[in-house]
Each structure stands twice: as C-alpha cells, then as structure tokens.
C-alpha cells in the first residue's frame, strides 16, 4: 500500500470545503433570524427541521455543523475540531497493488495507476463523446462478446487516429523529456518544452497555425 499526497489536490480541497462551509453559514444564517423575527416567525422544531436539513444536504455538509433544534429557534455551531482533523488528509490517497516492491518500485506503481486516465479518456470517448456505443442490455454471450469486441475495436482506431493526428492535436510526443522538472511522481505531468512552445504559438512542429 502506498500512501500519496497531492498538493494541488489538497488546496482544491481545502478550498471547496472552505465555499460549502461558507455557503451553508450563508444559508442558514436567514432561518435563524426568520425564528427571531416577531412577525410571520418561523416556529416548530419540525418546520425549522425540515428547512434547516434541506440547506445542509444541499451543501453535504452533514458532518461539519452541530445543530440544536428548538422551538422556537434553532443555533447551528461549526465543528472546527473535526474539520481540522479531516483537513489533514486532504489530497492523499492509497494506491493499492499486489505487485512484489522488488518486482516494479512505488514511483512506478504510482505511475501506473495514474495512466488509468488514458483509460477513462477512451471510455468517455467510446460511451459518450464521439462514438456513443451505449450499453444495449444484451443477455446472450455471443452478443456481450461482440459488443465488448466492437468497443476495443473504437478504441484501438480512436488510439491510432491520435497517434496520426498527434501534432495537430497538440498532445505532447516529448512527456519524458518533462518529467525530470516534476516534484515527485504525484505531481501533475509537465509538459515538454516543444509542447510549451506550440500551446503558446498555436503553431505544429511544422509550423502550421492551428
């Protein structure tokens, strides 16, 4: 088991939780006073209830607020203990294999795993995007065979089309070259310096303007 964090991911966590807070208190706030109010005030632990739960399922956040419903008011309180003791997993996660530590390292495994986004690109690609091959229910085997054989199928001219269309596409042929600059293996891709360089342009290696 190997244990990553990912800074990037980390603070676009911390930061979507630091809105939903926000947002929630934002939210909330109203009911409280439409309990304090002494015209058309808002009463029962029910009504108050119902109201406040819907602001808070909205936003998950079930688990960051505490509150206390009366009536004829409510108080909500934020739980700054466990929002700190969650905050300090945020951006890691576990990759998992089987494979013997002597027979592929961390860096490698890590690796891997994070090429499954090629993998989900070309589902994405054969379910949704381009090619719309939606599950048909089929119930007889020669029928799921010949599906799952027509969507590799896709897939394996979706790869060679890329490959042919790579540099009007701009996809980087030179990813090694930008590895060496990442912080470690979890670190987002670096792009190569050629692959800067036309993103910047809008030009092919060929110079063609795109």
Wanted: net charge positive; glycine share 4%; proline share 3%.
């Amino acid at each position: 088991m190997i244990v990553c964090r990912n800074l990037q991911l980390a603070d676009e966590r911390a930061h979507e939780r630091e809105e939903l807070l926000q947002a929630t208190e934002q939210d909330l706030e109203p009911i409280r006073k439409a309990t304090l109010r002494r015209i058309n005030q808002l009463r029962g632990e029910k009504e108050i209830g119902l109201r406040v739960s819907k602001v808070i399922r909205n936003h998950k956040t079930q688990n960051h607020f505490e509150l206390t419903t009366t009536n004829p008011s409510y108080t909500f309180v934020c739980k700054k203990k466990k929002i700190k003791t969650e905050s300090i997993l945020d951006g890691e996660y576990v990759v998992r294999t089987n494979v013997d530590v002597d027979t592929i390292n961390p860096d490698r495994v890590v690796e891997t795993y994070k090429s499954l986004s090629y993998v989900e690109r070309a589902f994405r690609c054969l379910k949704t995007v381009d090619f719309h091959l939606r599950p048909m229910y089929h119930c007889k085997g020669g029928r799921i065979r010949a599906h799952v054989f027509v969507c590799m199928l896709a897939c394996y001219v979706e790869w060679h089309m890329r490959e042919r269309l790579r540099e009007v596409l701009f996809d980087d042929g030179e990813r090694k070259s930008g590895q060496p600059s990442r912080s470690s293996i979890v670190a987002p891709s670096v792009r190569s310096e050629t692959a800067k360089r036309m993103d910047a342009t809008r030009r092919t290696e060929s110079g063609y303007l795109v």
